[in-house]
């Protein structure tokens, strides 16, 4: 496995700092590889044909799969250590986060000529659904202020989610944005948008390929939180992209109609509420100039999954502090996209894969086998004089 790319803000870390999260990274790796497919074997094995007798046909959904396999010594086992390797993966990087916070809020202030730009408003409130819980168990989810200029939230996601992805991200973490910029050459191959808006960005991991991928674009990234945007910028500066980070929130954007021609995001709408996630749609939509694209790569949903692979994704609901991650995969994208103001002939909704569109998205380390786990949506404003784009 790769080494996780080095750039001047990424907290360093001691010898048993390093040991104790490639431990957590270990851990992770056993789980996706050695165990989780234990839990196929017992619900084949056992519940399905137990299901089968009781009531003589095959459990429909995941509910009614979650009835036997919740009941499971092994399924126990596996969620328990499946939460365990959560919890060790963020305190491993937490510790050397603490150790060197002031330290590293020093480096990470802008620079007297810094590439990109940093602007942090502090009448942006958190929303409830990100405040109310550490999310996904990272320690302080994603807004903390741990200390004036702080920069801790970021310095744990980047880490920490390199751990948890088990370096399947990629060495930048990159790999979502590389994905979304694959679907949007191949659904639409003779574009080239010169103003790109990223929102829910974090520390721009997905954001930095989209500036790459069109050096002559206009590219901005939003969040929430100022936290993972001072380290963001940082990160940005120290690695030589332009990006434009700006603190906001998805829902209420402060930009003007119809001035942008690609809005993008990378795992964020699950992270919302059902509510947030119309609130943002519907922005895109007032921001896109006529013609402009939208496109929101996250989990894949379950409309059509098979009820066993649905009930396992099911575990980060129950127990990874992800209380909209069933609700998002409940969703239709096209009811989405057109109570947004989209046509319906202009809604894109395609699986990705390895072997599919794109193949940097790595194998989720819940995967039951060979499924399909990330789902992109979209959909094209429609042009001037009512005409609309297909996609196909």
């Known amino acids: 496995m790769q080494n996780q790319l080095r750039h001047e803000i990424l907290p360093n870390q001691s010898h048993d700092e390093r040991a104790r999260q490639a431990f957590a990274q270990s851990l992770k790796l056993h789980l996706a590889a050695k165990v989780v497919q234990g839990n ?37 086992l596996w969620g ?17 986060i603490e150790r ?27 929303p409830i659904y990100m405040s109310a819980l550490d999310i996904h168990c ?17 310095a744990l996601y980047d880490r920490g989610v390199y751990i948890y992805a088990m370096g399947g991200f990629g060495a930048d973490n990159g790999a979502m944005g590389r994905t979304t910029i694959d679907v949007f050459r191949q659904l639409f191959p003779d574009r080239s948008p010169l103003r790109i808006l990223d929102l829910g960005c974090t520390v721009g991991h997905s954001t930095l390929p989209w500036a790459e991928a069109y050096p002559g674009a206009d ?50 709408l699950h992270e919302t509420s059902t509510k947030a996630i119309r609130n ?10 006529p013609n402009g694209v939208t496109l929101h790569v996250d989990l894949s949903l379950y409309g059509g999954m098979d009820p066993f692979e649905a009930f396992m994704l099911d575990w980060d609901t129950q127990a990874n502090n992800e209380p909209f991650w069933t609700a998002y995969r409940e969703m239709d994208p096209k009811t989405l996209m057109t109570d947004a103001g989209f046509t319906a002939e202009s809604v894109v909704s395609a699986h990705i894969s390895r072997t599919g569109l794109a193949a940097h998205v790595f194998s989720d380390n819940r995967d039951a086998g060979g499924r399909k786990n990330w789902q992109c949506i979209g959909a094209v404003k429609a042009a001037k004089l009512e005409t609309s784009e297909t996609v196909a």
């Open 40 to 76: 196929r074997d017992v619900y084949e094995r056992r519940v399905r044909p137990e299901f089968e007798r009781q009531q003589g046909r095959p459990p429909k959904d995941r509910r009614e799969v979650a009835g036997g396999m919740r009941k499971e010594p092994y399924y126990q």
């Open 80 to 96: 328990a250590l499946q939460r365990t390797s959560q919890e060790i993966c963020w305190n491993s990087v937490l510790e050397s």
């Open 100 to 126: 060197q916070l002031p330290d590293m809020a020093q480096r990470a202030q802008p620079p007297e000529n810094p590439i990109g730009s940093l602007t942090l408003d502090t009448s942006v409130e958190q």
């Open 138 to 154: 990272m320690p302080g989810g994603y807004a903390t202020e741990r200390m004036a200029d702080d920069v801790s939230a970021g």
């Open 219 to 268: 590219v901005h990234a939003v969040d929430v939180s100022a936290s993972v945007l001072r380290y963001g910028h940082a990160r940005s500066e120290a690695l030589g992209v332009e990006v434009n980070f700006r603190q906001a929130n998805a829902e209420r954007l402060p930009y003007e109609d119809a001035s942008f021609d690609l809005i993008v995001s990378h795992i964020l």
């Open 280 to 289: 943002i749609l519907a922005e895109c939509h007032r921001l896109l100039k």
